[in-house]
């Protein structure tokens, strides 16, 4: 299917672009464009670690800022800038070396869908977790993740029923908040999220309601206009009310576990391990969003049941039942590491098979020699 996708945030045509357009013709022409991709998710990826190692239990910068070396707030605003900046440039490059296959499509979404949840997660370190003065409560930020990954599969619901990936304003705002959070959190400390800002509100507060508004009142409103429009028009990819819904079950399914198992778990799972708890979210989620990517570009039915849900079902019952007693955080932890393992391998496997199939090479824009 031919990729087409539509942007109007004026932050993104006005601004941005102008920029992407002038760092592009730096990128020499024969490096591939999937490795500008992974190069920015592994940047990302990189940079979370590294803040996990100064603030694993997300309470740094509340109890005592200072835990976290200011260089590494300003290195955070370097490679968010630079994973912001390859993944809007990889598909330009696509396009300047003739070289934009399906392959690097799904790698450039799929990615995105991962890399959603990362930047979330090492935001919270900035704003720290609540410790009865400032910060936020850990429930928060797992709402607060799920709105962003809703926001993230609402757009891909949307291409899977409409056949155009309308990409959402907030991600554009969102890469310039983000960027301008670390360099402020660089330049001034900690402290400054932790004074009110307004009417006794704090700056971490105001972006919650920021990121709330804009989510179900600007983006979820919109992508229903759109599949509505298509339907109007009768350009809609699916006939029947049901194929439309279908990849929506599984995620559904995947948050109401997930959220049962924060709510009920006998240990207070969350508030023990809110960065493996977190991490395990997005990731689970991640996996189900790329079998959405995978069947929206191959014009296939999504299965009804994704097939995590089954081992995650069993934990969440072994926990809030009371099965796992003391064994709850390590039980997670491997859970965590075995969802994880499996993502990758998933990842390995579908770009092998895509590179096979379409005669190419991931990394290399050389052209496979045929058996």
Known sequence: SQYSAVDTNPLSVYI????WNKIIKIVPLWIAPNLLTFSGFVMILFNYFLISFYDWDYTASGT???LVPTWVWLFSAFTTFCAYALDSIDGKHARRTQSSTPLGELFDHGLDSWATSIFVLSFFSVCSRDNGKTGVSVYTMYIYLSIVLFNFMCSHWEKYNTGVLFLPWGYDTSQVVLIAA?????TVGVEVWQKPLLFGYYITDVLVILL?????????????????RAHLKKTLKNDSLYEGLLPLVSPLLLFILLTVWVVLSPSNILAKQPRLFLWMVGVAFSNVICKVIVCQMSSTQPELFHWFLFPLALVVYAAISGLLGCMEEAVLGVFTALVT???????????????EHLNIYIFSLKKRIQE
């Open 182 to 186: 670390y360099l402020l959190t660089g």
């Open 212 to 228: 709330i508004g804009f989510s179900l009142f600007l983006s979820f409103p919109q992508t229903l206009y759109n599949i509505h």
């Open 16 to 19: 941005m672009q102008p920029i």
């Open 64 to 66: 005592s800022p200072g």
């Open 341 to 355: 393992a499996a993502h990758v391998h998933y990842g390995v496997c579908v770009g092998r098979q895509l590179s």
